[in-house]
């Protein structure tokens, strides 16, 4: 792509995602799963030229899960959290992002969950285009010093990719299980 996404203190976007899905990959492959990565690093191509040849790559594969990783960006006010984002009316892609973003559970930082995302003003192309349940996964932001300082770490995007792929595994073994539990307690917290 000719952007490498959001920058902040040093890291860019692009890099980082790039290495939790190259440590991501081994892991799924390790458990039987065959991983399909439509890298189109090495092309400079616009943003939606970009998306249309991964989602056309990923169709033609006929791929059963899809997962995009995406960081953000944004220090005013300063913020940090993790969301898992699938498409509005996706069913499918709702317990996958749930368990994803459970498994996010154990970080330091606030847990958003799985929302829609026309829940956050979004319609995600990624989420809606493909036929198979398919998550954008936004684990943090650049801009926050204490997750710019863990993932300019090796041992930090490492862990990011293990806790996703443990999301997802949990997700095939028991599709309805991290959905319940993670509704039950967002309702907890709620209303405290």
């Not at 998306?51 to 594969?61: D, K, N, P, S």
């Not at 984002?85 to 709702?94: A, E, F, H, K, P």
């Not at 809606?128 to 996964?137: E, Q």
């Not at 300082?149 to 073994?173: D, N, P, T």
Request: glycine fraction near 6%; hydrophobic fraction near 40%; charge should be negative.
């Amino acid at each position: 792509m000719k952007s490498p996404g959001a920058q902040y203190g040093g890291l860019r976007e692009r890099d980082v995602c790039r290495d939790i899905v190259d440590f991501a990959s081994p892991l799924f492959e390790a458990r039987g799963h065959v991983v399909v990565d439509p890298r189109t690093d090495e092309e400079h191509l616009s943003y939606p030229e970009y998306l249309l040849r991964r989602i056309a790559t990923l169709t033609r594969y006929e791929v059963d899960v899809a997962i995009d990783v995406h960081l953000n960006a944004w220090s005013s006010p300063p913020t940090n959290y993790s969301l898992v984002l699938y498409g509005v009316g996706r069913d499918d892609s709702l317990a996958l992002a749930t368990s994803v973003a459970f498994s996010f559970d154990v970080l330091g930082w606030d847990n958003m969950g799985a929302k829609a995302d026309a829940a956050i003003g979004r319609t995600l192309g990624f989420c809606r285009r493909l036929t198979c349940p398919a998550i954008v996964v936004e684990p943090l932001f650049l801009s926050n010093a204490e997750a710019r300082h863990w993932l300019a770490e090796e041992k930090g995007r490492e862990r990011l990719a293990a806790l996703l792929v443990e999301g997802v595994q949990s997700w095939i073994e028991n599709p309805s299980s991290p959905v319940s539990s993670f509704a039950s307690r967002s309702a907890e917290v709620s209303d405290e």
